[in-house]
């Protein structure tokens, strides 16, 4: 299978020293795509420099919910000097988390709207993180209008967000999390139409079955691909084929 994992992190630490190697392997199982998504500027320069040196990777900027606590504005006037660079293909990843709190929720709002704003402006579409915040997600979202383009990065809420991404246009992306045995969002996974659907492994978080428990890395996604195959009734195949097809659309990377 070919395959592209939409949604990774190869900068952070745990891939410290280990990155070719981790390339190397994501090769050998088929990844021959995949996108470094960026939580801050210093992230996003990383990222960056990673995608210009490596064959097949791709970087975002953007400033996740996390810390936006303390981005201010010379954090996101960076991020839209990042955005204009060819190897920068979205921004994020953004949004609202409610689960951690590590930020206000109104400066979390604020920050996540001013990354809507630049997609507007730029082109590029939006790296959607949403935890226990479905319902400011999806007014936000519902609220940007057509002119934005964005995917629910590693999708675990419910039909609210879902329907309102879907309603918007925009793609929905499924992790190990489906893989797990006390998933329960398989009849959401078979709602979303599949010229919208992604994979991602979000590593180094979230290993899918049957590598639960270790490091995950892009090389996995192959295990998330059989996972999203199963609650579908498809192939394996089939799901790498139109994933990649996906990813290459909503990235801008065809032609």
Same mark, same amino acid.
């Given at each position: 299978?070919?395959?592209?994992?939409?949604?990774?992190?190869?900068?952070?630490?745990?891939?410290?020293?280990?990155?070719? +190697?981790? $390339?190397?392997?994501?090769?050998? /199982?088929?990844? #021959?795509? %995949?996108?470094? *998504?960026?939580?801050?500027? @210093?992230?996003?320069?990383?990222?960056?420099?990673?995608?210009?040196?490596?064959?097949?990777?791709?970087?975002?900027?953007?400033?996740?919910?996390?810390?936006?606590?303390?981005?201010?504005?010379?954090?996101?006037?960076?991020?839209?000097?990042?955005?204009?660079?060819?190897?920068?293909?979205?921004?994020?990843?953004?949004?609202?988390?409610?689960?951690?709190?590590?930020?206000?929720?109104?400066?979390?709002?604020? +920050?996540? $709207?001013?990354?809507?704003?630049? /997609?507007?402006? #730029?082109? %590029?579409?939006? *790296?959607?993180?949403?935890? @226990?915040?479905?319902?400011?997600?999806?007014?936000?979202?519902?609220?940007?209008?057509?002119?934005?383009?964005?995917?629910?990065?590693?999708?675990?809420?419910?039909?609210?967000?879902?329907?309102?991404?879907?309603?918007?246009?925009?793609?929905?992306?499924?992790?190990?999390?489906?893989?797990?045995?006390?998933?329960?969002?398989?009849?959401?996974?078979?709602?979303?139409?599949?010229?919208?659907?992604?994979?991602?492994?979000?590593?180094?978080?979230?290993?899918?079955?049957?590598?639960?428990?270790?490091?995950?890395?892009?090389?996995?996604?192959?295990?998330?691909?059989?996972?999203?195959?199963?609650?579908?009734?498809?192939?394996?195949?089939?799901?790498?084929?139109?994933?990649?097809?996906?990813?290459?659309?909503?990235?801008?990377?065809?032609?």
């Amino acid at each position: 299978m070919t395959l592209f994992d939409s949604h990774c992190h190869l900068t952070d630490e745990r891939f410290a020293g280990d990155v070719e +190697a981790t $390339l190397e392997r994501a090769r050998a /199982a088929g990844v #021959t795509r %995949l996108v470094t *998504v960026a939580s801050d500027v @210093e992230d996003a320069e990383a990222a960056l420099a990673l995608a210009r040196r490596s064959g097949g990777v791709w970087a975002t900027a953007g400033v996740h919910p996390h810390v936006a606590g303390s981005a201010g504005d010379a954090a996101l006037a960076r991020v839209r000097e990042l955005a204009a660079e060819a190897e920068v293909v979205a921004l994020g990843e953004t949004g609202l988390d409610y689960y951690y709190d590590n930020a206000p929720r109104d400066v979390q709002r604020r +920050a996540f $709207l001013r990354h809507l704003e630049l /997609a507007a402006d #730029t082109g %590029l579409p939006i *790296v959607l993180h949403a935890r @226990e915040a479905d319902d400011d997600a999806a007014a936000m979202v519902k609220d940007a209008g057509p002119g934005v383009r964005g995917v629910l990065h590693c999708f675990a809420g419910g039909p609210v967000l879902l329907q309102a991404g879907l309603d918007a246009g925009w793609y929905v992306s499924f992790s190990g999390l489906v893989s797990f045995a006390s998933y329960e969002g398989a009849a959401l996974v078979r709602s979303v139409p599949q010229d919208r659907l992604l994979i991602e492994t979000d590593s180094p978080y979230l290993a899918p079955v049957p590598r639960r428990g270790r490091r995950n890395e892009p090389a996995y996604v192959a295990h998330v691909a059989e996972a999203v195959a199963a609650h579908r009734g498809v192939a394996p195949e089939h799901i790498a084929e139109l994933t990649t097809r996906n990813a290459l659309r909503f990235y801008q990377l065809e032609g």
